[in-house]
């Protein structure tokens, strides 16, 4: 039993569609956020008196880090057809990319070494991220932050800021001669 309603119709019916992220965007800025990161860190070495290169070298080496976990991460996603919040695809791309950087860094030990540490960690931060987003969605969602009564600073209504200023105008004559 088809509906002759146009408000009930398909065409007229539109959801909003939210567009995921683009691969570019999924690679770019955990890549440039663990450089800055990285950087960071290597400005607040104690060896950065002996090796004045080093923050240039903690952000390269955390940015390939974070591209190549990414990046696995992603092709492993394409691969499977899986979501976005499968923590398979963050076990699997954590394997992946620490034994490829591993074999690069320590041979074969190391490969294992490597893929274990950043199927662990990258599983882990990627299941506190998926965690930690109801709660970032609804702090961004706030029309606006109320201040506990306690607080030294409060915003003040149109009423209370008049009665405020009448209050120091009493209080500090001299002021108000010298504003004038």
Request: charged letters at 15%; one cysteine or more.
């Given at each position: 039993m088809k509906s002759e309603d146009p408000k009930l119709s398909e065409e007229a019916i539109q959801?909003?569609?939210?567009?995921?992220?683009?691969?570019?965007?999924?690679?770019?800025?955990?890549?440039?956020?663990?450089?800055?990161?990285?950087?960071?860190?290597?400005?607040?070495?104690?060896?950065?008196?002996?090796?004045?290169?080093?923050?240039?070298?903690?952000?390269?080496?955390?940015?390939?880090?974070?591209?190549?976990?990414?990046?696995?991460?992603?092709?492993?996603?394409?691969?499977?057809?899986?979501?976005?919040?499968?923590?398979?695809?963050?076990?699997?791309?954590?394997?992946?990319?620490?034994?490829?950087?591993?074999?690069?860094?320590?041979?074969?030990?190391?490969?294992?070494?490597?893929?274990?540490?950043?199927?662990t960690f990258g599983t882990a931060f990627d299941y506190a991220c998926l965690r930690s987003k109801p709660f970032l969605e609804r702090v961004r969602n706030m029309d606006s932050i109320t201040l506990p009564v306690w607080f030294p600073i409060q915003i003040l209504d149109e009423e209370a800021l008049a009665k405020k200023k009448a209050e120091e105008q009493k209080l500090f004559p001299r002021l108000n001669k010298e504003e004038s």
């Open positions: 959801l909003p569609m939210e567009q995921p992220p683009s691969l570019s965007e999924r690679l770019l800025i955990p890549t440039l956020l663990a450089g800055v990161a990285g950087g960071g860190v290597g400005l607040l070495s104690k060896r950065r008196k002996a090796h004045p290169n080093i923050p240039a070298t903690y952000a390269t080496n955390s940015a390939i880090v974070a591209a190549s976990y990414c990046g696995v991460r992603e092709l492993v996603k394409v691969t499977r057809k899986s979501q976005d919040d499968d923590l398979m695809n963050s076990a699997i791309g954590g394997l992946f990319s620490g034994a490829l950087l591993g074999r690069l860094q320590g041979g074969p030990r190391g490969a294992f070494r490597y893929s274990i540490a950043f199927a």
